[in-house]
């Protein structure tokens, strides 16, 4: 089951390079702002979106650049 999961994990990275992850950041960043100041968004919705995005980015981003065990 490890090497499935391994396998998973080297698609990730594959797919993810760091100017692809750059570029998926200021993209969101700039979705939420922009949802923000045409109302689409509220001041709280917002925020709490740009809370998870960071927490999914850079968590998902970590799990997927370190070792299982690393840490």
Do not use: C, S
């Not at 692809?20 to 700039?30: F, S």
């Not at 709280?44 to 370190?66: K, P, R």
């Amino acid at each position: 089951m490890a090497m499935a999961g391994q396998d998973f994990m080297e698609k990730v990275k594959a797919i993810f390079t760091p100017k692809r992850r750059k570029y998926i950041y200021r993209v969101a960043t700039g979705a939420l702002v922009l949802a923000g100041a045409y109302g689409l968004l509220g001041p709280d919705e917002v925020t709490a979106w740009t809370a998870f995005l960071g927490i999914a980015l850079v968590t998902g981003m970590a799990d997927a650049n370190t070792e299982p065990g690393e840490g």
